[in-house]
């Protein structure tokens, strides 16, 4: 995949998250980085902010759930499978420290566990794979999200 | 406390919700019930749905994680301690199937709960709880909620 088809898929997802989850609109959710492997997301705090001026936990959690589906979404339709449904089916959230700035969630899927979902997945139509996000502040981890997510038809 | 002094309390909270956390306006987010011990939230779910037309699977944690937390603010108000805060440590949540509909939360914290809870939070400043919290749909628990809430100055 080349600059430019990355580019337009940044875009798609981006316009796909905004479409289909429009709380995604409220919370200012951007696709902010993917280079194949490693998908970013960024909030900005003020609609996110808490009662402490910090980021609120639930959007905290939205930030990270929704970096690992997007993750999954783009090698899905890299893999010609853009009809099959992904679904968070458990997720464990560890909040370390508050976020006091602007929200970044990082998921990464590296090729040998994106093939491991894929082979039941073509086999069964179905598979489940657990992912895990991170939330950054400068150079420390904030919040720690691991999620297991399911594609079915 | 009468029942109206509980109401006066609902209507505080919701007022507290929408002012210090600003996505539970966009969210529709509503202080459903409150008895003195258990706690329902709601929010409609054209602002919170998802790809599939169901509930977003972020939304269903915020209606939970906020359930836990506002039992937890209205029993730190009502012992006197409302300059407390009330941070969540870590959740854990589990989605047992979609939410066609409104989103409904729903937390009970015992008396003898609140005591323990209580206890080290006034000879320490500090004390931790564990709440569950469910959201159902029609009689059956749709997701399952676990989050450790830290209570201090």
């Given at each position: 995949m080349n600059d430019n088809a990355r580019q337009?898929?940044?875009?798609?997802?981006?316009?796909?998250?905004?479409?289909?989850?429009?709380?995604?609109r409220e919370m200012g959710l951007r696709v902010a980085a993917?280079?194949?492997?490693?998908?970013?997301?960024?909030?900005p705090l003020a609609p996110n902010v808490n009662d402490k001026g910090t980021a609120f936990g639930g959007s905290l959690y939205n930030v990270a759930v929704l970096?690992?589906?997007?993750?999954?979404?783009?090698?899905?339709?890299?893999a010609g499978l853009p009809r099959k449904n992904i679904v968070i089916h458990e997720a464990n959230t560890r909040y370390l420290q508050p976020v006091s700035g602007e929200l970044h969630s990082t998921c990464t899927l590296t090729d040998d566990a994106l093939n491991e979902f894929m082979q039941p997945l073509q086999k069964k139509g179905r598979a489940r794979i657990t992912l895990t996000v991170t939330i950054h502040q400068q150079d420390q981890t904030a919040v720690e999200f691991t999620g297991q997510y399911v594609a079915l038809d």
């Open positions: 337009q898929t940044v875009e798609q997802l981006q316009q796909t998250l905004y479409t289909d989850i429009p709380l995604t993917y280079d194949g492997q490693t998908l970013q997301l960024s909030a970096c690992g589906w997007s993750l999954l979404r783009l090698k899905l339709n890299e």
